[in-house]
């Protein structure tokens, strides 16, 4: 039987003014908890603990910033599967999709230097993308292809409307020509990106909204071009090494790799296991052959939100400016709308930015939050928002993959948030 959850815990003040509802709450809790030891935890530390029993996530660790200031810190549950070894604080995550908003950042970095521009064509960089076709009917052996009428662009790789094709039973044909040239298979960024231009896409590029890691692999592999170096190396010397991200990379140093939380899933029956990847057999391995820009990190909470903390500042972080405060709020804002005819919304209440969703319509959006609130979430469970009307950072990482065919554990981030303005704010 696994061990009860482990929760651990620490507040800091928001800065003086701010927040007179959450001291007196903090002042509470402390005036009770020197009279009551046996007071039960602060509720955002209830309601991790609850999200990591013996049913749930196997751990957790939660960080959120107010103006900077980091107000509530979380850890809960344990690093492996047979509940020995409590979570630490500096756990290690496979962060997935969340690699996605460092790779855009990385990409608008070139676009202020001019080595890039939004408008520009992809086949500028990689001439491999000069002759696109489309399908337009037919099947997989005899499809029917026409030559696109609009260049793909590079704001078309951040905005996931390059037309690429992702899946879905409309497109089958489109996918299953793109599943030939097995991108996935190749050993780096270029020949992921080669095999990509082979295939035929599904739609008119600037025309639908389909997410999907293709748009940013394809997207790293025009950064490396235009910048003349490696992705990896660009990453790491560019964003990661300015932000003090010491813990975020493509593989994890062997001597750190005890700090890796255990990958789960869930079987048939609804048993927490160990995922069925490389990446859960061996902890801190390369996710891909590739330096993956759609989603081969692994980071920390506090790595992230370091990263998140730019973003929330304008782009600079302790006196390191990445980006200038235009490029972010262009970054946060919703780019579909914009687009000529404008591309539907992928959920409601929200549109998408230049590498993650942003709120348009907090009355509309499952999320709570204001107008233009941004953030994404990874695909083992790692989330992160930014509310910049409130000056509010929200990292919560967990890991498990959901698999088809087993009962799903409910999701995260929605609730988690809600505790936290409910809580957090006034």
């Not at 020995?84 to 962060?95: G, H, S, V, Y």
């Amino acid at each position: 039987m696994p061990a009860p959850p482990h929760v651990a815990s620490a507040r800091v003040a928001p800065s003086p003014g701010r927040r007179g509802l959450w001291m007196a709450l903090m002042l509470s809790l402390a005036a009770c908890a020197t009279a009551a030891p046996s007071l039960p935890p602060a509720p955002l530390d209830a309601w991790l603990g609850q999200a990591t029993g013996a049913d749930g996530y196997l751990g957790a660790v939660a960080v959120v910033a107010d103006h900077d200031a980091v107000v509530y810190r979380g850890v809960s549950g344990h690093a492996d599967l047979q509940g020995r070894r409590p979570l630490r604080e500096d756990a290690i995550f496979r962060i997935y999709s969340m690699t996605k908003p460092i790779t855009s950042v990385a990409a608008l970095m070139l676009v202020e230097e001019g080595r890039l521009r939004l408008d520009d064509p992809v086949a500028h960089y990689l001439p491999a993308f000069a002759s696109l076709r489309r399908v337009t009917g037919g099947d997989v052996d005899d499809p029917q292809l026409a030559s696109v009428t609009r260049p793909l662009t590079i704001r078309h790789l951040l905005t996931h409307t390059a037309g690429f094709a992702t899946g879905g039973d409309d497109i089958r044909v489109a996918s299953a020509l793109l599943q030939r040239q097995a991108p996935e298979d190749a050993s780096d960024l270029a020949g992921y990106a080669d095999r990509v231009a082979r295939a035929p896409l599904a739609d008119e590029p600037g025309t639908r909204f389909r997410y999907d890691g293709v748009n940013t692999e394809v997207l790293a592999r025009v950064i490396e071009v235009a910048s003349g170096q490696s992705f990896d190396y660009f990453l790491q010397t560019r964003v990661f090494s300015p932000l003090g991200m010491r813990d975020t990379g493509f593989e994890v140093p062997a001597t750190q790799r005890g700090r890796v939380i255990a990958l789960t899933s869930r079987d048939a029956d609804g048993r927490r296991v160990l995922a069925d990847t490389s990446s859960a057999r061996t902890p801190g391995i390369a996710l891909r052959a590739y330096t993956s820009g759609a989603g081969g990190l692994y980071s920390t909470a506090d790595d992230y939100l370091r990263f998140a903390r730019m973003l929330a500042n304008g782009g600079d972080l302790d006196g390191t400016r990445l980006l200038k405060k235009d490029t972010v709020a262009l970054m946060m804002t919703d780019q579909l709308a914009a687009f000529d005819p404008a591309v539907p919304a992928p959920e409601p209440g929200e549109g998408f930015g230049l590498g993650g969703y942003v709120v348009t319509d907090p009355a509309k959006s499952t999320r709570p939050g204001s107008v233009g609130q941004f953030g994404w979430s990874g695909a083992a469970s790692t989330y992160f928002t930014i509310d910049p009307a409130r000056h509010l950072v929200i990292v919560l990482m967990s890991q498990h993959l959901p698999v088809d065919g087993a009962p799903a554990l409910p999701k995260l981030a929605g609730p988690f948030y809600r505790q936290v303005y409910a809580e957090v704010l006034p």
